[in-house]
């Protein structure tokens, strides 16, 4: 069975910088592709990046520039380096992988 835990949110400052990690159990992360999704109260989960097999990856608009999604295979952990942070980015961070979900992490960011 897989798991996937999220770690890393917390709350910070407006400009300020967090790095969220999702390791897995059962899952390893360098067959996959592997995303991050926020969500919002009311609002529809939102796909933020995605980081292929081949390690290419891919940015939502919104936090194209201030993102940066790797992967560490040794340690079978994907990792979401988030810079310049705004208001607008709280949300729940959920990392994802086929058809496994994370429980999510609470990223909130002061203005």
């Known amino acids: 069975q897989v798991q996937l835990v999220e770690s890393g949110g917390g709350l910070v400052q407006t400009g300020g910088s967090l790095r969220l990690s999702c390791s897995a159990s059962?899952?390893?992360?360098?067959?996959?592709?592997t995303d991050w999704y926020r969500q919002t109260e009311g609002k529809q989960r939102e796909l933020v990046a995605t980081?292929?097999?081949?390690?290419?990856?891919y940015y939502n608009d919104s936090m194209k520039g201030r993102l940066s999604i790797s992967r560490d295979n040794a340690n079978n952990t994907v990792y979401q380096q988030m810079n310049r942070l705004e208001p607008e980015d709280t949300a729940v961070y959920y990392c994802?992988?086929?058809?496994?979900w994370g429980q999510g992490t609470q990223v909130t960011v002061s203005s």
């Open positions: 059962g899952r390893i992360f360098s067959f996959f592709a």
């Open positions: 994802h992988s086929e058809t496994a």
């Open positions: 980081i292929t097999p081949a390690g290419n990856s």
